[in-house]
């Protein structure tokens, strides 16, 4: 069974020029947000990307841009209270 | 350049550093103190040394696999190499797992180039290639790897249980063990740490609850126990479980709906939508429900899906409402307490 998650929230921005064709994001996605289509990537499921920031760090082209972070809710309200980053200890 | 200050006594010894052998059949200890792990009583000290660890009798060519230093995760992933012959680079992590260390950096490009110098891995396998775990990514920049030692980074899959067909299909992996999944099985292990939190927090709560029924016209009882624990459990536990069979997308709105059925039923049978416990009935409707929402909403810190943009939007709407109606709720009940 596929999830879903609120759609048109994820902050996946690709830059196409910038792009190789290497392949190293479709390698590293969780969720196959990625293919290869004509020596280029692209984005197929963008409402899939759940911002974990790993193609983003692993793309040698540095094509790819996302806000990655904590994604609790504990996390958050404890960043919020503290003013700090939100991080957790509950994983 | 090897540091051997050891003094072993196998041949092996010379020019490579100590090397321990791993089994890769787990003990009933190995299955217990998983268990206990789950159960959240003994998270903290679950760790191994980092370093380099055998598996079968492998050789200078031989595959290397990076891990985490968590010692559940090394263990399902050894059960996992039974008939292989590789290298283990285990990381030091702190003891967290492959996933939440990548996350927060420990799994991540620095201790990988440090751990590979401070073990000599290149004396010790005779090519470049490095395999991680695919969940280690979003921690690890492969080409920065490369660049600063020359190894190469391959990713494997997200699963353990694919290390095998990985391997023999010579380091390919197919879309499907490129995804994660996010079984009822994975959602279930996850709940008995949910629970646990919720129960160390509802705790304090009884200890408030054991003060007010000293001054209480109706004191707090059994039946209002059942209602509050019924709350906790759809938020933590059956929430978490049926997730995708619940209508809605954000986990609040999930953890509500189950709220209110729930609620609604026991406080039904126990007769608390009649005239004289009316007051009771409403103020559990309100004050229950926001409680499963949040408990549920807290899951997408363990989901696999949710994106932190996701969450933080869906926060912004769900916790304002959850502490109107929580507040309007409690305010209801300790009119009916202390009124009576
Ligand atoms: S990792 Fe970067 S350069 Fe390589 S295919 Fe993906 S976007 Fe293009
Ligand atoms: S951030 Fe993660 S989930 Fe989103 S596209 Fe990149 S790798 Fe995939």
Redesign the pocket.
Known sequence: MTHQYLKNVATLA?IAE?????????EVCPHGV?E?NEK??QIITKDLCMECGA?AI???????EVNAGAGCAAAIIWGWLTGKEPSCDCC | MSQNSCCCTSSACCGTPAIQTVSTQLTLKDKLGGWKVRWGLARMDYTMEPGIYAAGEPNETSPVLVSANYKLTFDTLRKHLTGLHCWLLILDTKGVNVWCAAGKGTFGTDELVHRIQETGLADVVAHKKLILPQLGAPGVSAHEVTKRTGFSVTYGPVRADDIQAFISSGYKATKQMRTVRFTMWDRLVLTPMELVIAAKTSLMLFGVLFLINLFAARPFGLFDFVVYAAAVLTGAFVTPVLLPYIPGKAFALKGWLLGMIGTGLIAWAYGWFAPPSLLLGIGYMLSLPPCSAYLAMNFTGASTYTSPSGVLKEMKIALPLIVLSLVAGIILLLIKTFVG
Not at chain 1, 18 to 26: E, I, L, P, Q, R
Not at chain 1, 58 to 64: L, T
Request: aromatic residues 10%; proline residues 5%; glycine residues 10%.
């Open positions: 690709f910038k792009c190789t064709g290497c392949g190293k994001c479709v990625f290869i280029k990537a193609c692993n793309c040698p082209a540095k094509a790819i």
